[in-house]
């Protein structure tokens, strides 16, 4: 079945592509969830202004990206959490620790921006990527000290 694309997907189209997918996908997710939409004459015309739409939207979070990015650069988070005598943390710093943390420090960036390939287990400085969008990321140190 051939859609429109209302909205992004990550890892299948964004906003404005018209795609062929299963009629599956597209009746039972993408069309009741409002992600997607069937194409037709009409709606392809749609199309294009939902890409125009979609480009400077782009373009405007590129530029605030930026300019995050380099406030952020050099920024070190100091999180304090408990550690047995090895330095090993009883528990884990994961994207949610993380981003609730930026938080506090007027810094909202969503869990999925977070890069951690795994969560952090050991105490010490860790370096972690941020995107901010896909063409801007920003690294930023975490030390992680014990209680």
Known sequence: MKVIFLQN?????????????????????LIPNGLAEPATAETEKQAETLKKKRESE?????????????????????????????GHLYGSVNTKIIAGELAKNKIKIKESSINLPEPIKMIGEHEVELELHPEVKVK???????K
């Open 58 to 86: 782009n373009l405007t979070n590129k530029e605030s990206a930026a300019e995050l990015a380099k406030t952020m650069e050099g920024f070190v988070l100091e999180l304090t959490e408990d550690a047995n005598e090895e």
């Open 9 to 29: 997907i990550k890892g299948t189209a964004q906003m404005g592509d018209i795609k062929n997918v299963s009629d599956g996908y597209a009746r039972n997710f």
């Open 140 to 146: 930023i140190k975490i030390n992680v000290l014990k």
